[in-house]
DNA sequence: GCCAACGTTGGC
DNA sequence: GCCAACGTTGGC
């Protein structure tokens, strides 16, 4: 089974690269999404050592930050169970979760970040879900093509 | 802060 | 099952 690439969504500032770096491990558990799509990609789809782009949204710039990996396959969403957190699902129960999540693990953090408007400039990259319009999806499906570019862009002395 | 696009909800 | 209303996302 060959690896597959994601592009996950954090908003810039509440969730940055940076505060992934100071977690335990630079490892954590990528909750709150409440979207069946990018659930069913989380559930079905990604799987342990899978490559991802961690992508900063809202923003000031919007842009790609940084590389991570999967280190736990789809498990229950717990903050999707407890009326204290902020994305609690009443629907959800304990016995059929309705939502999912995984961990993720930070890989390492581009040198430079890859500006989204320097992706919708990029001619390799015009295919991304990214880039269409009103893409809403936090977590989405990337091409080895497109990762490898990205990462090269990331990598580039400033 | 604005607004367009999209997903979800709920009345019928 | 339709569809209007509403809430959310996310770029600008």
Partial sequence: MPKKHWLVKSEANCFPIGALAKCKNQTTHWDGVRNYQARNYMRDEMKLGD????????????????????VKEGYPDFTALDPEEMHYDPKSKEDSP???????????KFKREVTLAEIKENGKLQKMKLVQKANRLSVMPVT?????EIVRLGNLSK
């Fill in 51 to 70: 490559k991802v782009i961690f992508y900063h949204s809202n923003g000031e710039q919007p842009c790609a930050a940084g590389i991570c990996e999967v």
């Fill in 98 to 108: 309705t939502w999912i999540m995984v961990d993720i693990k930070l890989v390492k």
């Fill in 144 to 148: 080895k093509e497109e990762f490898d």
